[in-house]
């Protein structure tokens, strides 16, 4: 019997071969989303060939951002002269920057960590500036560019006195608009999902594209499927306690969490809940408080005129459509249910820490990725100091976007700074590497590289197809680490997702083959309902399910760590944490 094809490996670290280890590829990533997606979050595609130009600096590459906001450091947002100054410049553009509101220092003990949580970006809001004769467009990328001529080009740095400088101005970013990394079947729309057999399209290419193989019904690469097995075993937290010292979490910041048995999810009078007999010990858990932050720090925003924002008001994954007069299931509907089953396949003695951040239609802010993770380095502060119950071991981000140039994804992202602070917790964070079939870097997949040696990794993961080749769709390049099935996956769908689409044919059932008593499915003969996922199982496919698959199977490391080797997940200080994160990779092989 021929040996089992691998489900994942880590990327080997040498290029000796002689390969070309470029990740300058010219193909584009990201150039086209819906314009009613657009305009849904109040964003823009920058386009290289009409975007604004200062003399001097690198000419941009595409990119999605937010119009309306600008990511500005904690620093130099409650800097009130410095702020006076940028809006002295911003004028001159027709804008004005008005800054979010203090916010209460965070309730960690280590005064070094709470100084560098306080100098992480927040979300600032441009508005036309005050008495302004002229009518002015709102753009972004226009008052970021603005205000790096102000200090850049000889002659102008009078303009904004001696207030501010470069190193002001590299504190300051786009705020971008990220999406999920699962195909979505529409490779030349939502996604720009790599190659596609429209010769019109950004690549040129004719013939088969990236994502064809991986469509089903109706252009979806979602599918209904039966699963014929028994839900994965979970053992009792008395059990769990012994062997691991608490259970693993794995921190899965995505869509949200809809109805489903195996995620003990319920929905009970159009409201969902965590299924209360399991007194606390389901498989899935949320954190209010953090949701709670993610939606004030929204409404700041809204309040201050960044309009139109969606808010993220709670933790579950709805609506499943964001045109309910069309009902078409969105395009990432269902994205962390499904994550979540594959952690449960591997992993079904962990819980999942679902916080949502992603909107069904695959749209993510960068301020609400920013938030999350800032404050779940609070929680883990927090489990540090005594509170083992809030530690968090895994973080898996099936999400991204592509730099408009390499400078402000090296000086402009906090991004990196506070994934970097998690690392330092101990956190092992796993990313989606991308479905553009490019070298060109996708963060904060890329990010991969920025680790030292030595140091706890962020681990980007590229997706294997079911007979261990190298999935088409995937990004590829030498800040792909780790490799893992990411192709025809199959996990669970929310019971409760049954969107407008219908079987292509429903026919009489024979009158001799009615249903049983008792049974209250349609006694008609059908086809196939593509958007019916009643079944609670489906098959789809990305890099969205490489990073969690390999998030769970280091989870499953520490959990084997903890049994064998008397590395117990308790304490929770940093340094146990470090040691246990290590240990596991080690026991992965992981070349770093």
């Not at 990201?30 to 009613?36: D, Q, V």
């Not at 441009?126 to 467009?137: C, E, G, Q, S, T």
């Not at 019916?532 to 490489?546: H, I, K, L, N, R």
Request: hydrophobic share 40%.
């Amino acid at each position: 019997m021929p040996a089992q094809k691998p489900q994942w490996f880590f990327q080997p670290r040498s290029h000796s071969n002689g390969a070309r280890t470029s990740d300058d590829d010219i193909a584009p990533g990201l150039t086209s989303l819906p314009a009613g997606l657009l305009q849904r979050h109040g964003a823009r595609v920058l386009d290289p060939e009409k975007a604004a130009a200062v003399h001097d600096l690198p000419s941009p590459r595409s990119t999605v951002y937010r119009a309306r906001t600008l990511l500005v450091s904690g620093g130099l947002v409650q800097d009130a002269p410095k702020v006076g100054a940028i809006n002295e410049v911003l004028a001159e553009v027709g804008m004005m920057l008005i800054p979010s509101r203090p916010e209460a220092p965070p309730r960690v003990h280590d005064a070094e960590l709470a100084r560098k949580l306080a100098q992480l970006p927040r979300v600032a809001t441009l508005v036309p500036a005050r008495d302004n004769p002229i009518p002015a467009v709102v753009n972004a990328w226009v008052a970021v560019q603005a205000l790096r001529a102000a200090v850049m080009q000889p002659g102008r740095e009078k303009l904004a006195g001696s207030a501010l400088d470069q190193t002001d101005i590299e504190q300051i970013a786009l705020e971008h608009v990220l999406v999920g990394s699962a195909i979505d079947g529409s490779p030349a729309g939502h996604s720009g999902g790599g190659l596609t057999a429209n010769p019109n399209s950004s690549s040129g290419v004719t013939g088969p594209g990236s994502t064809d193989s991986y469509v089903y019904s109706g252009g979806d690469t979602r599918s209904p499927v039966a699963l014929l097995l028994d839900p994965p075993h979970r053992r009792p937290a008395t059990e769990c306690q012994d062997d691991y010292g608490r259970r693993p979490v794995v921190a899965v910041l995505d869509t949200g969490v809809r109805a489903h048995p195996w995620l003990d999810v319920e929905r009970e009078s159009g409201r969902y809940n965590l299924n209360p007999a399991n007194n606390g010990d389901g498989f899935m858990s949320v954190d209010l408080g953090i949701q709670k932050a993610i939606l004030d720090e929204g409404k700041k925003a809204e309040d201050k005129g960044d309009k139109p924002r969606q808010l993220i008001r709670n933790p579950w994954d709805t609506p499943i459509t964001a045109d309910p007069l069309v009902g078409e299931l969105d395009s990432d509907s269902g994205h962390c249910t499904f994550i979540s089953g594959i952690v449960r396949q591997i992993a079904p003695d962990a819980r999942v820490l679902a916080i949502r951040i992603m909107h069904s239609d695959g749209a993510v802010y960068e301020g609400d990725l920013l938030c999350a993770l800032r404050h779940l380095v609070i929680r883990i502060a927090q489990a540090e100091a005594g509170h083992p119950e809030q530690m968090v071991d895994v973080i898996s981000l099936s999400l991204g976007y592509f730099d408009e140039t390499r400078h402000d994804a090296t000086f402009t992202s906090g991004l990196w700074d506070v994934i970097e602070l998690l690392l330092g917790q101990g956190v092992i964070v796993v990313a989606a590497a991308g479905n553009y079939s490019t070298s060109r870097r996708f963060y904060p997949a890329a990010f991969a590289t920025n680790t030292p040696p030595g140091g706890l990794p962020l681990i980007s993961v590229g997706a294997l197809n079911p007979n261990g080749s190298k999935a088409l769709f995937s990004d590829g390049g030498h800040w792909i680490t780790a490799w893992a099935s990411g192709a025809a996956v199959v996990s669970t769908l929310p019971v409760d997702v049954n969107a407008s689409r219908s079987p292509e044919l429903r026919l009489r059932a024979y009158p001799d083959n009615p249903m049983p008593p008792g049974i209250s499915l349609p006694a008609s003969r059908e086809s196939l309902d593509p958007d019916d996922y009643s079944g609670a199982f489906a098959v789809w496919s990305g890099t969205s399910f490489s990073a969690p698959l390999l998030a769970a199977r280091i989870t499953r490391a520490l959990m084997e760590g903890a049994r064998h080797n008397g590395l117990k997940l308790t304490p929770c200080g940093p340094q146990d944490t470090l040691n246990r994160a290590l240990s596991a990779l080690k026991s992965m092989n992981w070349p770093g």
